[in-house]
């Protein structure tokens, strides 16, 4: 039983892990893709607001961008990184993190939290210039916009974690029942099994102990229970063969005791025709 239960634990723990880990990855990867989603579009909206310095445009921009889900702070940095416009609180953020996120897109800065980047570029203008710039710095401006600024966002990172513990929890206890189920079922089958076979053990140690009036109680079906029917039908045979045997032994003892008894006469009256004269 345990070496038939080995590969079923075996196979939900893997089970389990791997649902636990493909889960959790998903989830932290929703996460980065949703932050580098909103970073770009709020990028791309800053265009304007960056390049003419409208402080209020990025300021409601990044306000609405706070309403997000798990939302911590938003920035916008110029292209001295001085900023422009922010919301929320965010946390300790160095330049040297900055040019991280600059490089990486999305760097953590915390346990708890997140924050994503993305540049904000002069969108070059793809109509004619007028013969106003040269052929090669027309082509330059179109091949390589301008970068107005920097486009911050902080995520936290607590109702993420709090889905994957839920998530994981809920895993390890859906793994722990299938097992326990499993585990359940599986002896629940060996004791279907192991019950008539000990009951039919039993009654052959009884059969040889002599005791002819024991019988199997019928607790199965198909094989096993031909297996105590036949034992059944078996004690039923060497009983009724017994009971035959007891009747004749006790018949041939009252033919026996009468015999003797003939005998005893025909000695007694031999006897006394030896000693009696006619």
Not at 179 to 184: D, E, F, K, Q, R
Not at 250 to 259: D, K, P, S, W, Y
């Amino acid at each position: 039983l345990l070496l038939a239960l080995a590969p079923l634990w075996l196979i939900t723990l893997s089970l389990t892990v791997v649902v636990v880990v493909v889960g959790v990855s998903e989830i932290d990867g929703a996460l980065q893709s949703r932050g580098t989603i909103v970073v770009r579009q709020l990028a791309a909206a800053s265009e304007y607001g960056a390049f003419s310095g409208n402080r209020d445009v990025l300021q409601r921009l990044t306000q609405a961008v706070l309403r997000e889900d798990d939302a911590q702070a938003v920035a916008i940095h110029d292209a001295q990184r001085q900023v422009l416009a922010s919301s929320g609180r965010p946390g300790a953020f160095s330049l040297q993190a900055a040019t991280a996120v600059e490089q990486a897109q999305v760097v953590r800065q915390e346990q708890d939290s997140l924050v994503f980047a993305a540049p904000i570029y002069e969108d070059a203008y793809p109509g004619p210039d007028f013969g106003l710039l040269g052929q090669e710095t027309a082509e330059q401006v179109r091949a390589a916009p301008r970068r107005l600024g920097m486009a911050y966002l902080e995520l936290s990172t607590v109702g993420s974690q709090r889905r994957k513990s839920v998530f994981i929890l809920v895993s390890l206890l859906i793994g722990v029942l299938g097992t326990a189920g499993a585990t359940v079922l599986a002896l629940r089958m060996s004791r279907d099994i192991t019950r008539p076979l000990q009951s039919l053990l039993n009654g052959v140690h009884q059969m040889a102990q002599g005791k002819l009036t024991t019988r199997i109680p019928q607790q199965s079906s198909g094989d096993l229970a031909e297996l105590e029917n036949g034992f059944n039908l078996m004690a039923d045979k060497l009983e009724l063969v017994h009971a035959d045997m007891l009747k004749a032994n006790a018949n041939l003892e009252l033919v026996v005791a009468h015999r003797t008894l003939q005998l005893e006469e025909r000695n007694r009256e031999l006897e006394q025709m030896s000693s009696t004269d006619q």
